[in-house]
């Protein structure tokens, strides 16, 4: 009997793994919930809640197959070591076949496995191309993202992107489905506004596709604009794989793995940029474990003031891009790309706060949380991650709100405070509200722009 153990890769199609499961014969499926090690890493209530509804779903997709999917708590990755190896015992596993993951604690865990005699066959399906294929001249990892980026296209023009198939049915049976705890009113609501991978799959990608992706390059920048794909939750718990997205894209424009520069290859330079994030943790895992890409900044006197962080977490800076941007976050369990920027630099650069308190908030929040794109957006916006933005770039808020929120829809949308405030008025309304005698309905910006921006650049000089 052979075992298909899920872990990030919460499909039935384009799974290797489950498919070499199947073709060696007899198969069982299991899913270990480690509720104590999701706490560790910070999960979100809401990611938690989306891999719960998948792994209802891949039930009823295995169950078609004729595989039921054990669902069993184990509580930490100790606790999967002992579970996993009595599960091995009890139902005569020969061979557990499984796909990889490429953070520290994971690979840990997989070792200690293999040393203590569990047959693991681990296969790679959490990236594009091939981790250790996208390498220097002298076999080393890149650490500028553009000859990264031109280096990963030479290898993803010889790939195939045809997805595996869903295998083929073992047997005809019935099969008990696995039955997703239930949860709050509020946290059902917000997963409401996510269909499952199923969906996605069958409309959402062909909807993008046709609809949206021309338009992605000139709308991805406007929060107030549904102009992504949103498509980041389901890479994260492996529901979708990026091969079956580039399918998708190429079935759609065929060529465009020949133009990096052409506007097609703007939604694809998101997918190269995740690649490049979990190359990077694969090659210097000792990021897993919140170290400074650049060490030069292992000293940078940050000012970690308590209350202005607190004042971040429930978007009360005073800048109202900032605010609306966090409330949504909060909100929703999702944040627009462009404003995570913003409100990353804004942290790390205008408050001078450390870039870790803001990865962890963001993984406590987000339904997308993954640690390598977590990690590498954190540390590029704080400047001391691989290739990140020079530290002397410093995001202006309210610049960044006229250009990407001009007529202030965004903001009015998570900023009640200010929904009758003129558009021109509205990125920074300090002035405007005080003339008005409106002061009490907004509260002061923490921090002035300006004087923010001088003091950081001293600070990161100083390093």
């Known amino acids: 009997m052979h075992l298909m153990w899920f872990r990030s890769d919460l499909r039935a199609v384009d799974n290797l793994a489950l498919c070499d499961a199947m073709s060696h014969g007899p198969c069982k499926a299991l899913f270990l919930l480690t509720d104590r090690q999701w706490q560790q890493h910070h999960w979100s209530e809401i990611k938690i809640a989306f891999v719960q509804q998948h792994l209802e779903a891949l039930s009823q997709e295995l169950a078609v197959l004729g595989i039921e999917l054990d669902v069993i708590e184990a509580h930490d990755f100790n606790g999967q070591i002992d579970v996993l190896t009595r599960y091995c015992q009890l139902h005569g596993i020969t061979r557990v076949f499984a796909n990889s993951e490429p953070e520290i604690n994971e690979i840990n865990r997989d070792n200690k496995l293999i040393a203590q005699g569990i047959p693991l066959s681990l296969y790679e399906s959490d990236v594009i191309v091939p981790k250790g294929q996208v390498l220097t001249g002298s076999g080393e990892m890149y650490k500028v993202f553009t000859p990264f980026k031109m280096a990963w296209l030479r290898q993803a023009k010889r790939q195939s992107y045809v997805p595996y198939s869903a295998p083929q049915a073992v047997a005809e049976r019935r099969i008990n489905h696995y039955k997703a ?11 409401h506004k996510w269909p499952s991978a199923w969906q996605i799959r069958s409309q959402g990608l062909i909807g993008f596709f046709k609809q949206q992706h021309l338009q992605y390059h000139a709308k991805r920048d406007f929060p107030a604009i549904n102009g992504t794909s949103r498509l980041s939750p389901y890479l994260a718990i492996g529901a979708i794989s990026g091969k079956e997205v580039v399918n998708q894209l190429l079935y759609h424009v065929p060529m465009v793995l020949e133009d990096a520069k052409s506007d097609s290859f703007a939604w694809l330079n998101e997918l190269v940029w995740r690649d490049f994030y979990r190359h990077l943790i694969f090659h210097f895992p000792e990021l897993c474990k919140g170290n400074n890409f650049q060490t030069k900044y292992d000293g940078l006197n940050w ?7 607190k004042a971040w977490c429930n978007g009360k800076t005073g800048y109202p891009i900032v605010d609306a941007a966090m409330r949504q976050l909060v909100q929703t369990g999702w944040m627009h790309n462009r404003l995570r920027m913003i409100v990353a630099s804004f942290l790390t650069k205008h408050l001078l706060i450390d870039w870790r308190w803001g990865e962890q908030f963001f993984m406590q929040h987000l339904i997308d949380g993954d640690l390598a794109a977590n990690n590498g957006g954190w540390q590029w916006a704080a400047s001391t991650g691989c290739d990140a933005q020079p530290y002397f770039r410093i995001f202006n808020p309210i610049a960044q709100s006229e250009k990407f929120d001009p007529d202030g829809d965004f903001i009015r949308m998570y900023v009640p405070e200010l929904k009758d405030i003129p558009a021109k008025k509205i990125h920074f309304p300090h002035e405007y509200l005080a ?11 923490i921090v ?16």
């Not at 003339?435 to 910006?445: F, L, R, T």
């Not at 002035?448 to 390093?463: G, I, P, Q």
């Open 181 to 191: 705890p239930a949860i709050s009113k509020s946290l059902a609501d917000k997963l």
């Open 435 to 445: 003339q008005s005698q409106q002061q009490d309905n907004y509260w002061p910006a």
């Open 303 to 309: 000012r970690n003031d308590p209350d202005e962080f």
């Open 448 to 463: 002035d722009h300006k004087t923010a921006r001088l003091r950081a650049l001293e600070t990161y000089k100083a390093c």
